[in-house]
């Protein structure tokens, strides 16, 4: 499995066996996926770039998340920071009676530094469209692309961060088993400007099982 450093010219799907070999907690969460319909792709095409803009601009993403939009709602910006190191993946949902599937969601791997996490750590996000949420898929997506993760950069431990009134955030980063690393303040943007919010910094070894922990 590649890294790639450009938009795909095709989305291609996660190899399964490979993930298998590499952390079989995500081999599962993809098989999971897939025998729902599900197809979780690594590399983002134009097209694909064009949807997950519109979902970076739904307001349970756009409004806490504004960094999004400017990463994945211009090809150049997302070109950018795929030419330093970040890696993109799709979440595809069901073939459609045109054969054609869906942008379910996206999400990111990207080395980062920062005092509070090892140095062979990558940060993660995923995000999924708000007329999906609710069906199990974040967490299951997650998996696959932490397993991905480990093929990818070699990495030991994944962090993230969300904002602490994001209970949907919360909640997946709690089945995976991430551990609480920092809590800091930092200024955000709401629908009723800016203020200062409390943001969490959480962490997880990827060796282990993706599923389990309390800290929240």
């Known amino acids: 499995m590649d890294l790639p450093r450009r938009l795909a010219e095709h989305a291609t799907p996660l190899p399964i066996e490979q993930l298998r070999a590499e952390l079989p907690a995500a081999a599962s969460a993809l098989a999971r996926l897939q025998e729902r319909g599900f197809m ?29 939009k400017r990463t994945f709602g211009h090809d150049t910006q997302l070109d950018t920071a795929l030419q330093k190191g970040m890696a993109g993946f799709a979440l595809l949902g069901p073939q ?18 920062s005092e509070n996490f090892e140095s062979n750590g990558v940060q993660h996000a995923v995000r999924i469209r708000e007329k999906w949420q609710g069906q199990g898929l974040a967490a299951d997506f997650s998996r696959a692309v932490l397993g991905t993760g480990k093929v990818l950069y070699g990495a030991n431990q994944v962090r993230a961060d969300f904002w602490m009134d994001d209970r949907r955030a919360a909640h997946v980063a709690q089945q995976l088993g991430f551990s609480l690393q920092a809590c800091v303040e930092q200024e955000r943007v709401t629908q009723k400007g800016r203020v200062m919010g409390e943001k969490l910094q959480v962490a997880l070894d ?3 099982p993706l599923q389990g922990a309390n800290y929240y």
């Open 40 to 68: 979780v792709c690594n590399g983002l095409t134009p097209e694909l770039l064009g949807e997950a803009a519109l979902i970076a601009s739904e307001p349970h993403i756009g409004v806490p998340y504004p960094e999004d």
């Open 96 to 113: 459609s009676r045109r054969h054609t599937r869906p942008l379910v969601g996206y999400g990111w791997l990207q080395d980062k530094d």
């Open 206 to 208: 990827v060796q282990g």
